[in-house]
């Protein structure tokens, strides 16, 4: 069985610029889940998606978006680019329902602000 | 208080120690809870799940005290290979995950 894949693996960008990163769940996942971790630092809630609708969403500005789409994959969007967003990006994915799965992540994509 | 809490060592331990690690949560309400393992600038990996009764999984114990609210992590006969970050995670409420800051383990040859 195929696990949480992300892509790409590494993005760089520069300030002021958007990025958008890709996750496909473990099929059978409808809940898929986005985290930021930077460097040395602990996972930060970015978004979770259940069933193509937003469920909950952490405290980052509104400039971090995304979507679910109807396969159950989902884009992070990053708009107007910060320094302090580089960091790695995790989605994980479960079954669905409101929390009482374990999640399963992807290898994360390294996003570098220049 | 923090909803979930955990000290983040290092626990610098020998091989073949015994090793525990704690969890706090302040919601009563939590229902699942579970243990991951992050390697450096890798993703989290889940360990093993916690069941109100306790469970085991090798030489990795998972416990439950509701009633002092924390979940532990016991790792028995330490190996180098368990070197990592020791993440807790919390369901908090409908939708809503909480992952500890982690606990780093070392062990040492």
């Known amino acids: 069985e195929a696990g949480v894949t992300q892509s790409p693996t590494h993005l760089i960008k520069t300030r002021g610029q958007q990025a958008t990163l890709r996750c496909s769940p473990i099929?059978?996942?409808?809940?898929v889940y986005w985290y930021q971790q930077a460097l040395g630092l602990g996972l930060q809630f970015l978004l979770w998606?259940?069933?193509?609708?937003?469920?909950n969403r952490g405290n980052f500005p509104p400039r971090f978006s995304g979507r679910q789409f109807p396969n159950y994959s989902s884009e992070l969007n990053v708009n107007a680019l910060e320094l302090e967003d580089s960091a790695l990006y995790l989605c994980?994915?479960?079954?669905?329902?409101?929390?009482?799965?374990?999640?399963?992540f992807g290898d994360g994509t390294r996003l570098s602000i220049l | 208080r923090k909803e979930v809490e955990q000290d983040p060592g290092p626990f610098n331990v020998p091989e073949g120690a015994t090793v525990a690690f704690n969890c706090t949560y302040s919601?009563?309400?939590?229902?699942?809870f579970f243990w991951y393992r992050q390697d450096c600038r890798k993703e989290p990996k889940l360990l093993m799940s916690?069941?109100?009764s306790g469970n085991e999984d090798g030489r990795f114990t998972a416990q439950l005290n509701r009633a002092s609210q924390y979940i532990s992590l016991l790792i028995r006969d330490s190996k180098l290979s368990d070197s990592a970050t020791y993440l807790c995670?919390?369901?908090?409420?409908?939708?809503?995950?909480?992952f500890g800051t982690g606990t780093r383990l070392k062990v040492l040859a």
């Open positions: 994980a994915s479960s079954p669905g329902g409101q929390g009482r799965q374990p999640q399963h």
């Open positions: 099929s059978g996942h409808t809940s």
């Open positions: 998606y259940d069933e193509g609708e937003e469920r």
């Open positions: 919601n009563s309400a939590s229902q699942s």
């Open positions: 916690v069941y109100s």
């Open positions: 995670v919390v369901e908090a409420g409908t939708y809503k995950y909480i």
